[in-house]
């Protein structure tokens, strides 16, 4: 086999990372794909992490013992969230996105897959840490922004339905109290996820987190933690939610008289962490 030169090895291997986010990989991997030493192959890593860090592309980290390795996160700065969510707001706010009901148009945000993938990289970057097992959310306009972050945190996405499906087997079933004050349904296959499991709550929209609180209890009924909640938008009132310690990217109030919609990050955004 030629020898593989040291840019290929690091082009080749920032690829494999990025392209599984918050994966370990072994060096052993690396050196039988490279067919490399693991002293040169810790020469690249270390390398590759100045790279990233210099650039502001996430994080390389090198994980220790005996299933250790290295992984690539995408995590984003709060500056760097803060101006691209700042970006947002001002293409969501003024009267022409404003729907008759007092609703917000912004369903080709929800569409755009590089926004939609940094949205996600944003929300992981807060819940890294939390270590969810999987990402869940209700069907059906969250699942872009929520299969982004799961994506991004490398855990598998969970889709919450209205009803159940007969090609998803047996399932739980609960009712709960939606943000319009009427019963809802919430339905998830039995098979989905295992008691014990670590969730993270993402979806699209929360008003008075009726949803979100049934998605909270349907993980009560599993036996799964809720290590967060996570949302594109958030409305300013009420002010006093069915949930609380979520984090939402935006906050929007309408103001009814002159139908114009006024949508700035959220307070948290603004921390330097």
Known sequence: MEKIRRNERMSAMMKILSGSPNKIFTL????????????????????????????????????????????????????????????????????????????????????????????????????????????????????????????????????ARRSSKVYEGSAVNINYVSGSGSIETMSLSRRSVKEGQRCLIVDDFLKGGGTAKGMVDLMREFGVTVVGMTFVMSTAKPVKKRITGEKSLMVMDIDADTETAFVKPAFWLNGDA
């Open 28 to 159: 052993s991997h690396f050196c039988e794909l490279f067919g490399a030493a693991k002293s040169t192959m810790s020469e690249d890593i270390d390398i590759l992490r100045d790279v990233v860090s210099q650039f502001g592309l996430g994080e390389l980290e090198t994980v220790t013992g005996a299933a250790g390795g290295v992984r690539y996160r995408t995590k984003v700065k709060r500056p760097e969230a803060r101006r691209f969510v700042g970006e947002l707001c001002q293409r969501l706010s003024g009267a022409e996105r404003v729907l008759p009901g007092g609703f917000l148009y912004y369903s080709d945000i929800l569409s755009t897959p590089d926004i939609v993938g940094t949205m996600g990289e944003i929300m992981a970057t807060e819940y890294y840490s939390q270590a969810p097992d999987f990402v869940l959310t209700m069907e059906t306009k969250g699942i872009p922004v929520a299969f982004a972050t799961a994506n991004a945190l490398g855990v598998p996405l969970v889709i």
